[in-house]
């Protein structure tokens, strides 16, 4: 994929999260992994630009070159310069050919990023961090390259709002699968649950809500309100 449809895809994205999300922040000391090592995120999966969010954050904040596994990338193949690879339920002869790609990319760049979901489908919040077996990440970790392993949470807050926030944090990285990831996603979101108690960084500035933006007091007149 050449170099300007990536810039051209990332400019895109940015802007789409710019409009969904009245900013985008990570709650906590932001430490990522260092770059001698390939990194596979493992993130909860309960907002619907997760992996947009995430895949943002590898490019721009982390700088560094990402993947996701994803199910329907034939419906929206316009994604492909953003990283995505094919994962069709339905073609065990592709998953494993994207499987083989990605150890690919991970041994000839040790720079790259996995953005896995073991919890495997979208579902809501309020369902917690649903059940995955710990037998999931331990096959992944004995495919891929040694890696550094990095739980990382996601939140939506101000759901009432026009713009939501969305924010995030990560655990400590972790040299291998520790086997209690799903506890450490759970513990996460509740750390999340009251971002204000912790330091702060705004990685996304984004589009202000209307009630933000628009006052009219000065029509208030001709409506019978002031005299």
Do not use: C, K
């Amino acid at each position: 994929m050449s170099r300007l449809a990536r810039r051209v895809a990332y400019h895109l994205l940015e802007r789409s999260l710019r409009r969904a999300f009245r900013r985008i922040v990570w709650v906590g000391e932001l430490s990522p992994p260092p770059r001698d090592r390939p990194v596979v995120i493992v993130a909860n999966h309960h907002l619907f630009h997760d992996a947009q969010v995430l895949g943002w954050m590898i490019a721009r904040v982390l700088r560094r070159p990402g993947i996701v596994w994803m199910e329907e990338l034939d419906r929206f193949p316009f994604l492909a310069p953003l990283g995505p690879l094919p994962f069709p339920i339905a073609d065990p002869a592709r998953r494993v050919t994207t499987i083989r790609r990605t150890i690919r990319e991970m041994r000839s760049d040790p720079s790259t990023v996995l953005l896995y979901f073991p919890e495997g489908e979208l579902h809501d919040a309020d369902d917690g961090v649903a059940s995955f077996p710990a037998s999931r990440l331990e096959r992944l970790e004995r495919a891929l390259p040694p890696a550094t392993w990095w739980p990382v949470a996601l939140r939506l807050g101000g759901s009432h709002e026009a713009r939501p926030v969305a924010w995030l944090t990560g655990a400590p990285p972790q040299p291998r699968v520790a086997g209690t990831e799903r506890e450490t996603l759970a513990a996460l979101l509740r750390q999340l649950a009251a971002p204000a108690q912790q330091p702060q960084t705004v990685l996304l500035e984004g589009t202000p809500g209307p009630n933000e933006r628009w006052d009219f007091s000065a029509l208030a007149r001709f409506f019978g309100l002031r005299s």
